[in-house]
């Protein structure tokens, strides 16, 4: 079973655009970490918040993390065609030691 | 580049055979972790290895084993292969629950 689940399923921009992929967990976590997928190759780490901090940047991405909420959000700022791919949040939990993926957001950005 | 590498790339085995996975931890993890990815979805967490030894196990039959090496590189081997086991196969490499290494993944398809 997925933990994570983001919103929105499939997301289409123009270049220059946002955009905002959300996603939400189910139990505590360790840290959380974003991750690009390019026509099922393998993940690229973006970035990693961890349960103690509330937002972090790297940059043109922007993430924020609400643990009272079990949710999380990335912001990818003046999107390029490049940005296309699938984005995937994934949660490392207090205990124990694997990844726990969420279905993932499809971004197109169109030039 | 992250320095995980997994071979090969792609496989094409019959239902009912059995299958040997390799991956190449970057140096200097200790951890090595094996995820599937069907179509569509995101990785699931097969089992991870820690100096050699299993170190969890995800929702996954006992015909999906696995075996790490002393220099901590790592094989998934599954046994009687069923067509849903048609999948990416994603190595990652890590030092405890920090951000985890990708490697470009093993497409395996089961006819």
């Known amino acids: 079973s997925q933990q994570g689940e983001e919103d929105p399923q499939a997301l289409s921009i123009q270049e220059g655009e946002n955009a905002t992929m959300n996603c939400s967990y189910k139990?505590?976590?360790?840290?959380l970490q974003w991750y690009r997928q390019n026509s099922g190759r393998g993940l690229v780490h973006l970035i990693l918040?961890?349960?103690?901090?509330r937002e972090k940047h790297s940059g043109r991405l922007r993430v924020t993390l609400d643990t009272s909420k079990k949710s999380s959000s990335l912001l990818i700022t003046a999107s390029r065609a490049a940005d296309t791919a699938s984005y995937f949040c994934?949660?490392?939990?207090?205990?124990?030691?694997?990844?726990?993926f969420g279905a993932g957001t499809i971004l197109r950005v169109k030039s | 580049e992250t320095g995980v590498t997994q071979s090969p790339t792609h496989l094409i085995k019959t239902r009912g055979q059995q299958v040997t996975l390799r991956c190449s931890s970057q140096s200097g993890h200790n951890t090595v972790s094996w995820y599937q990815q069907a179509l569509g979805q995101g990785p699931q967490f097969i089992f991870q290895y820690y100096r050699e030894e299993e170190n969890g196990r995800g929702n996954f039959p006992p015909r999906f084993s696995g075996l790490q090496f002393p220099n901590y590189s790592s094989e998934l081997n599954v046994n009687a292969l069923e067509l849903d086991d048609s999948a990416l196969y994603l190595c990652?490499?890590?030092?405890?629950?920090?951000?985890?290494?990708f490697g470009q993944g093993t497409r395996l398809t089961v006819v």
């Open positions: 990652a490499s890590s030092l405890g629950p920090g951000q985890a290494f």
């Open positions: 994934a949660t490392a939990a207090v205990y124990g030691n694997k990844l726990v």
């Open positions: 139990t505590s976590i360790n840290n």
């Open positions: 918040i961890r349960s103690n901090e």
